[in-house]
């Protein structure tokens, strides 16, 4: 695996005679992108319907006859100034409208794993809220088969292995969750495990022991947000009370040392999401994340996109800005994506072949 910093590769320290010096040799840290590719990744932290890209919305709209509040694709834009989470989940939701048929679901998952396969995604562990479609009419069949129907060719066709979660909106019910999980146990849904989203605050993990510990009886994996808004508890709880095997964002647990120091000795997977939290102002520039300082904590961080349609960009352009804005090195890139593919749930034979495309990959 190349892991320099731009030092290694240049050899040997050069003469300083410039007309017996060897033109300089690139780093591989200079290599252009187009060269060796994106860094290969398991992007851990994607909510299918945070991909739904603007242009797409309006496809939809009109296949659909539905009537968007918006005149044009720049009006939609203008929408995606967000001051919080809630901001954002308004628009979210809205937007949902456009998704009716068991295709508007086939679709939007296609568009996502074809852009996440020039992103060097090779593993999606995809997250779909199964609730915001069903208080709109839409059949947990409906939203489940067409996301499942595209996951199910997506290795062959995109060079993309998938997972499927059913994420749970923490602003609904402990009861509502439970009826869901329930019917989507009895489908036979091929999900592989269960996720907590929407509002943090003010619904802490303590609100769905029950659900956690039917999901952990069904053998499924468990993940919950924490630490995005809500406060450094809310990760110790979802450790605590739900058994979770991951935290989506995390980023919080800075504001804890002791629990930062549970973490690391844990390997507790934290999968940030650098541009979402900007863009969500959980942190006012990339300049000022924590991700540097989680690093040098020794957390397992790995990077994601969230919501990428929504939050300006995918997961290379998360990786991207980390280096051209805030400096990070070649070295914390390979070291994140090492980390996503150990921390995703995926075989151990596709961890490994994952592991070593990244090896070999030239980054
Ligand atoms: C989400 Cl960024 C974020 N946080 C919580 N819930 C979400 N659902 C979709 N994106
Ligand atoms: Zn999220």
């Known amino acids: 695996m190349e892991t320099n ?78 001051t919080d989470l809630q901001s954002f989940l308004d628009l979210y939701y809205a937007n949902m409208a456009v998704l009716r048929t068991e295709q508007d679901f086939a679709d939007m998952t296609r568009a996502y794993l074809s852009r996440a396969a020039l992103a060097g995604v090779r593993h999606a562990e995809i997250m779909l809220d199964p609730q915001a479609h069903l ?13 499942a129907s ?27 969750a439970l009826e869901v999980l329930e019917q989507l146990l009895a489908m036979n849904a091929q999900i592989a495990g269960i996720g907590l989203d929407s509002a943090e605050v003010g619904h802490p993990p303590a609100k769905f022991q029950r659900l956690f510990s039917r999901a952990k009886d069904a053998g499924l994996h468990r993940i919950a947000h924490a630490g995005e808004e809500g406060p450094p508890s809310y990760i110790i709880d ?29 390997l507790t997977p934290l999968t940030v999401c650098p541009l979402s939290n900007v863009r969500l102002r959980a942190v006012d520039t990339l300049a000022e994340h924590p991700l540097p300082a989680m690093l040098a904590a020794g957390l397992n961080v790995s990077v994601n996109s969230d919501d990428p349609a929504y939050f300006g960009g995918y997961v290379d352009d998360n990786f991207a800005q980390l280096k051209s804005v805030i400096g990070l090195s070649e070295f914390d890139c390979v070291r994140m994506a090492a980390n996503s593919i150990r921390s995703s749930f995926a075989s151990e034979e596709r961890k490994t072949e994952m592991l070593a495309e990244l090896a070999s990959s030239g980054h």
């Open 238 to 266: 979802a450790l605590d009370l739900l058994a979770v095997e991951r935290i989506d964002h995390g980023i919080r647990c800075m504001e804890d040392p002791e629990l930062v120091e549970r973490l690391v000795h844990a």
């Open 150 to 176: 595209v996951l199910a060719v997506s290795e062959q066709e995109f060079g993309i292995s998938t997972l499927l979660i059913a994420a749970f909106l923490r602003d609904l019910s402990e009861d509502s």
């Open 135 to 147: 208080s709109r009419g839409v059949a947990l069949e409906t939203c489940v088969n067409g996301v």
């Open 5 to 82: 910093d731009g030092v290694a590769a240049t050899g040997d320290a050069a003469p300083d005679n410039a007309e017996t010096s060897t033109p300089e040799i690139p780093a591989f840290a200079e290599v252009p992108e187009e060269v060796h590719g994106p860094l290969p990744v398991a992007e851990l932290h994607l909510h299918i319907e945070g991909t739904l890209e603007p242009e797409l919305i309006f496809a939809l709209a009109e296949r659909n006859g539905i009537q968007l509040p918006y005149a044009d694709l720049d009006e939609l834009r203008s929408r995606y100034e967000f």
